[in-house]
Structure formats: C-alpha cells, structure tokens
C-alpha cells in the first residue's frame, strides 16, 4: 500500500511539497516535518508543542477526548486493580507483563538497591530541617552519579539497565529521608523482608524507639496510587528528563532534571496545591465563591488539580482515586472528612458549570489524591515527592527507550526571533 503523504501547498510562492505521514498502533497520523525547513525554508511553530510529536514511543498511550490511559497497551484500570507497582514497572521498562520467576528476580533485584550509600547522609544535614522536599530530592537524586559512578556508560545496556534500577530502588528510601530530616528524626534503613510499599511507609512511619507495621490498606492505598502515576505519555516532565538526556547527560542528572519540572504547581506540585486550595476555601459555603475566583479572569486563582493539557475528559486515573479516597477515608476512620466532602462539592459545581464544560476542565489525577496522603498522615509537602516516587519509572523507561534508539539525536527546537533585528554597537557615551 502506498505510504500516506501529506500536501503541504506555499500558495504566495505557487510551490508544494509532499510530507510523509507516520501512523502508529494507535492515535491520530503524524505528519513528519524534519525536511520541511530544508526543503522550503520555513519551520513550523507549536509553542508547549500539543500539537508536536516530539518521539516514537511504545510505552504509554493516551487518548485525551476518550479518557484513554494504556502503558503497553495494558488499560491503566486493569493494572490499577490487578497488578502490582513492581510488576508495573516491570511492564513499563521491558515492554511485557513479567512471568512469575522474572517478576521474583526484578522484585529481588529492585529491593537489594533500596539501600542508599552512608556518605549521602552528609548531603542531608547541609539542608535546613525546613527545606522542601523536593528540593532535598532534586538535589540528592542529582549528586547519585557522584556516589554510582561504577556504571554511567550509557551506551552499554547493562550499565543502563543497572542505573534504572538503582534509581527505581532508591527513590523511595531518598524520599523517607527527605521526611525523616524535616521532622529531625534518624533515618530507618530499608528492609528486604517487606515489599515495595510497605518498605516505604516503614521507612516514613517507623521509629528506632518501637516496632512499625504497615496497615494493609494503607499500603494497598499506596500501591494503587503508585500504578496511576508511574508514566503518563511526554508529559512536561517527561519531556525534561528525553531533552537531558538527548545530550547523553547520565541518568541520575536526567532524572534530577525532571524531578525539578514535575515540582511546578502546573505539573505534579498540583496535588499539593489541591491540599492548599482546599484548607484556603475551608468551608463548603465558600465554595461557589472560589469557583468565581477560578472563573474570573483578572484573578490569578486556578482551581487546583482541574484541567489538563491532553485530556479534555475525566482524567481516568482520577475515577480510580476517587474510589481508593473514600475506601482510605473509611478504612482510616476519617469517612465524613470535611476535606473530602468540600473536595465532591468542588467538583459537582464545577462539573456542572458552563465555564468548565465549555473548556471540558475535569478533575485530573492530582485532585484526589493530596487528600489520601493526608489521611495516611503524610504531610502536604511530601505529596510531589510521592508522585516522583511513582513517575521515576516512566521516567526511567522512557530515557532508557531513547537512549536505546539508534535514531536518537540531540533535542535541539527552534525558534521565531521578535527581538531587535541587526544594529550596531553605540558607546556609552553616545547614549
Ligand atoms: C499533571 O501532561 C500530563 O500528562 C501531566 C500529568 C501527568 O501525569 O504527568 O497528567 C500530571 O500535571 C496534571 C495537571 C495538574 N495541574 C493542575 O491541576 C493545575 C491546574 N490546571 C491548570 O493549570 C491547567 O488546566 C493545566 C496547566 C493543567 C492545563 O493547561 P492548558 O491545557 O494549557 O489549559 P489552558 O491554560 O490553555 O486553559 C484553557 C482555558 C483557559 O481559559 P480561556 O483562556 O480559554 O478563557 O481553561 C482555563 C484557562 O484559563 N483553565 C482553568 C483551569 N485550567 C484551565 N480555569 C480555572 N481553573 C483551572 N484549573
């Protein structure tokens, strides 16, 4: 079957050119336009890039008007219910769902690195006890090439390999020392007799004073939550993490990298600015208010955790939320919380609210989740660092995805110049 073309026709200087459409498994054709500027002299301009493919990618796929969320074709709901964090990123590193013995090694191999080197304690103490957490995680993430150096070829697959998994590993017992250092207290080394998730709340929760054991639901909680937010398309961070490491930057600074774009309240900062919004409004009355502050716009109020670049639906990953928030809050003995019922009020006035249908602003994947956290008495600033935890794996998939395709060039966008055209230079006393 012949290749599809797209014409493209330049009607001011009667010429035309056929560019290639590229179709993948799903989603809509591509047209590709890398000869474009060579060809006929001009680029084309997508600023934040909605409309730009920016890779070829077979590790998530998302339909934005249906509400779609797949990782290896596999519906995020399934895996949300079925499967397990590890297994998840088994699935989103490798490509397909682990066999038995296969998920025993990875598992094995993920927990053996959860341990993190002696020397990086100093780092902690050279932050202030009040320093956001993410700030610690940027920077401590940052500086594991400086302690991991033994395997930072990255144009050796198993180094790449090994790299990811000290990273997946690790996360979560930097995380817990981001929490530990805030509250003063001495870091709880990781343990290899619990899984993933309960590890990690062992290591947030527990004292070298008394015995720590993970409640179920919690850990349940945490695993559902994890699964939700491990990959999400070129999202910004993402995106941040491919354009590092398209330099051949080593992995940690990539992942450093976008950690630190994952930190604005735009992007994953929003399930702490959800927990922010809900204790400014307060009170169910003032509701209709800040929905008007939201509309308004010479205000620069946003309704936190609506809204999103790609789906103009109901985030899918929210529905799912949603439900683990009221089993959490029930588990939790927190059912009637004032956070939560002012939370469903938000979203029945604004769902039913010209100006957010008009736009289709839907809760997305951060509105539900900061009020789980906080049930779980994780503190509000902690809740990015857990959805850094989570997207470290897509992270990592997708730089090692890239790296790996013989393809792969240095990320390098243009521009359109409106600033002063060409003048000379007048001395200062000329002025
Ligand atoms: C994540 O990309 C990903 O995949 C991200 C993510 C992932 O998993 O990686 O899904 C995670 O980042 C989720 C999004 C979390 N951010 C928030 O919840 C912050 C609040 N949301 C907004 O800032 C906004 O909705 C964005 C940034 C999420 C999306 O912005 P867009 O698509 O650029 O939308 P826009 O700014 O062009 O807004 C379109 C219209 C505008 O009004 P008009 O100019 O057309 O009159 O909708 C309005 C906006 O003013 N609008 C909002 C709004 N979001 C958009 N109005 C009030 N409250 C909001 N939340």
């Given at each position: ?38 060809e006929m002299g001009v680029f084309t301009y997508d600023p934040g890039f909605l409309g730009t493919g920016s890779c070829n990618s077979a590790i998530t796929y998302i339909d934005g008007e249906e509400g779609i969320l797949q990782y290896r074709g596999y519906p995020i ?114 343990r290899n007799d619990m899984g993933f998730c309960a590890n990690f709340l062992h290591m947030m929760f527990a004292s070298p004073c008394e015995e720590y054991v993970p409640d179920p639901v919690a850990v349940k909680a945490i695993e559902v939550l994890f699964i939700l ?203």
């Amino acid at each position: 079957m012949a290749a599809k073309t797209f014409t493209l026709t330049d009607n001011s200087n009667n010429r035309s050119m056929e560019l290639p459409v590229r179709q993948g498994t799903q989603g809509p054709p591509t047209i590709e336009i890398a000869s474009l500027y060579k060809e006929m002299g001009v680029f084309t301009y997508d600023p934040g890039f909605l409309g730009t493919g920016s890779c070829n990618s077979a590790i998530t796929y998302i339909d934005g008007e249906e509400g779609i969320l797949q990782y290896r074709g596999y519906p995020i709901e399934q895996l949300a219910e079925k499967s397990s964090f590890l297994e998840v990123a088994y699935l989103l590193l490798y490509g397909e769902l682990p066999a038995a013995t296969e998920l025993a090694t990875f598992e094995n191999m993920i927990i053996h690195h959860t341990m993190i080197n002696e020397n990086l304690k100093n780092l902690y103490n050279g932050f202030h006890y009040d320093a956001h957490p993410m700030a610690i995680m940027t920077g401590v993430v940052g500086s594991l090439s400086a302690f991991y150096h033994d395997s930072l070829d990255i144009h050796n697959p198993r180094h790449r390999e090994i790299s990811a998994h000290r990273l997946i590993a690790k996360m979560p017992t930097i995380a817990a020392a981001s929490y530990k250092h805030s509250k003063c207290e001495p870091f709880i080394y990781p343990r290899n007799d619990m899984g993933f998730c309960a590890n990690f709340l062992h290591m947030m929760f527990a004292s070298p004073c008394e015995e720590y054991v993970p409640d179920p639901v919690a850990v349940k909680a945490i695993e559902v939550l994890f699964i939700l937010h491990a990959d999400h398309e070129q999202n910004a961070s993402t995106s941040t993490v491919r354009l590092a490491g398209s330099s051949q930057a080593n992995p940690f600074a990539c992942i450093a990298a976008g950690i630190a774009s994952l930190w604005g309240p735009a992007h994953g900062g929003a399930n702490e600015a959800v927990l922010n919004m809900l204790e400014e409004i307060g009170d169910v009355s003032q509701v209709e208010k800040y929905v008007l502050k939201a509309k308004d716009k010479d205000d620069p109020f946003r309704l936190m955790g609506f809204g999103h670049r790609v789906y103009k639906n109901y985030d899918p990953r929210a529905r799912i939320i949603r439900k683990v928030c009221h089993e959490v809050l029930a588990s939790t003995g927190h059912a009637d919380s004032p956070l939560m019922e002012l939370a469903v009020k938000l979203e029945e006035i604004a769902l039913k609210d010209d100006y957010f249908i008009e736009r289709k602003l839907y809760p997305n994947v951060d509105f539900y989740s900061g009020i789980i956290y906080r049930a779980l008495g994780i503190p509000n600033n902690m809740f990015t660092v857990m959805f850094a935890i989570a997207r470290s794996v897509g992270w990592t998939a997708h730089w090692m995805e890239m790296i790996a395709d013989p393809s792969q060039r240095i990320g390098r966008p243009r521009q359109v110049y409106d600033g002063a055209p060409k003048r000379d230079y007048v001395p200062v006393d000329k002025r």
